[in-house]
């Protein structure tokens, strides 16, 4: 059974930090194209960042954001630095098959639960 468990998220004030986390179980991820996505309230699912033999962003977050990841421990990573309120989102992992990275999430077959990330202003 595959898993994917997300943390780091958090409250933070405009202009920090935080390092969000996505442990897999059941697949490893370094077979996987591994990707980020954001949903603020009212809003649809949008794409941040994508990684497989490169990494791909978001206009939105090129240059603040930067997506990882480590193969022992099986976990991707994506740092959000300068935060704006803006950026307040459930953040969501999810992985699909290997391959060039896509934005687009009906490529990506399992998904975590989710992380909260609030910025205030």
């Known amino acids: 059974q595959v898993q994917l468990v997300e943390s780091g998220g958090g409250l933070v004030q405009a202009g920090g930090s935080l390092r969000l986390s996505c442990a897999a179980s059941?697949?490893?991820?370094?077979?996987?194209?591994a990707g980020w996505f954001r949903q603020a309230p009212g809003k649809e699912r949008e794409f941040v960042a994508t990684?497989?033999?490169?990494?791909y962003y978001a206009d939105s977050v090129k240059g603040r954001f930067t997506i990882s990841r480590d193969g022992a421990e099986n976990t991707v990573y994506l740092q959000v630095n300068s935060l704006k309120p803006e950026d307040t989102a459930v953040y969501y992992c999810?992985?699909?098959?290997?391959?060039?990275?896509?934005?687009?999430?009906?490529?990506?077959?399992?998904w975590g639960q989710g992380t909260q990330v609030t910025v205030s202003s």
């Open positions: 059941g697949l490893t991820f370094s077979n996987y194209v």
């Open positions: 990684i497989s033999w490169f990494t």
């Open positions: 999810a992985a699909g098959p290997w391959g060039v990275p896509t934005r687009d999430p009906r490529k990506y077959d399992y």
